[in-house]
């Protein structure tokens, strides 16, 4: 199916799920009637309890120095104008002895996915929400392990983190701009508390929405293809960024950091596909990143890929 099919089943208030990659290029569409348990599995809630099992993961990150080598090419493209903001991810080889059906099923999170035997994603990011003709979108940059002393203030205080949310913000308002009018930040730079593995992570978000009009059913494709790749893991401004990221990360994301949601009828729900876990012929893959800036320091953002290698 295409987006010019989500306009169709809108206009007949048709239920549906919808799953994209990274780039907007391979979208899969099942009317929630013909969903099979077997193959896809998929969980939007807003309440989430702590999970009493930790698996074992053992990880085998990309070495510090490859990545070191990214990192330096991508500060060089923000120095030259380039880019101002962009989401460095890597793979990482891991090992469990669970399965992807497993991982579903003991993953905690606001938004969950398994996709057959392909791939598994437990999002703590919204990506858009329609409903009662306004959009909402809640921007998430900025974490720090919340075992640090002051952790909350450091991460509200950092210069850094502040100046790389204030870019992601600005973005996700230009961009809820070409579908909505009267876009508006709703609420600026909270705090949320996400479980990851065995530590807690502190994790900055922003609430941003607009009018998106009655007749938005109808225009559910032409929306979600306006706003794809998400601003908030790909980076600013985003054509040159999105040319930048396939020349520097040097694998393909595939359909991590791509978006999936529901469509009820009335409403639509959907979540950024982070906390990423795709299964290959040599194993399992985790693809994780951070935004990067220009006052970004190499061993914090290796430590925050690595942070985010977790099963919840």
């Known amino acids: 199916m295409t987006f010019d099919d989500l306009n169709s089943l809108g206009k007949r208030r048709e239920p549906f799920l919808f799953i994209s990659d990274f780039k907007a290029q391979n979208l899969k569409v099942i009317p929630l009637d013909r969903l099979t348990c077997e193959d896809v599995e998929f969980c939007i809630e807003e309440s989430i309890t702590k999970s009493t099992r930790l698996p074992i993961l053992k990880k085998t990150p990309i070495a510090f120095e490859e990545y070191k080598n990214k990192f330096d090419k991508v500060i060089s493209k ?58 909402h979108t809640y921007p998430m940059k900025g974490t720090i392990d919340a075992k640090l002393p002051n952790a909350r203030e450091k991460i509200l205080n950092d210069k850094k983190e502040m100046a790389e949310h204030v870019m992601v913000v600005d973005l996700l308002r230009n961009d809820l701009s070409i579908v909505a009018k009267d876009v508006r930040v709703e609420e600026f730079r909270y705090v949320d508390t996400i479980e990851a593995g065995d530590k807690k992570l502190l994790q900055v978000s922003s609430h941003v929405s607009g009018d998106i009009g009655e007749g938005w059913h109808e225009r559910i494709g032409d929306i979600l293809k306006s706003l794809l790749p998400a601003g908030s893991i790909s ?40 906390r990423f876990i795709q299964k290959t012929q040599k194993g399992y893959i985790y693809k994780s990143g951070g935004g990067i800036t220009l006052d970004s320091d190499v061993n914090l953002e290796y430590n925050e890929l690595l942070d985010k290698i977790y099963l919840p």
């Open 235 to 274: 980076g600013t401004p985003k054509r040159s960024t999105l040319k930048i990221i396939d020349e520097v990360e040097d694998y393909e994301r595939g359909y991590f950091s791509g978006v999936f949601g529901v469509y009820d009828g009335e409403t639509l729900d959907s979540g950024v596909m982070i």
């Open 78 to 135: 923000i120095k030259s104008g380039d880019t101002y903001l962009l989401n460095l991810t890597q793979p990482t080889q891991i090992e469990t002895e669970l399965t992807l059906k497993e991982i579903f099923k003991e993953a905690n999170a606001h938004y969950k996915l398994r996709y057959k035997d392909e791939f598994v994603c437990f999002s703590p990011e919204k990506f858009i929400g329609i409903s009662k003709n306004r959009i």
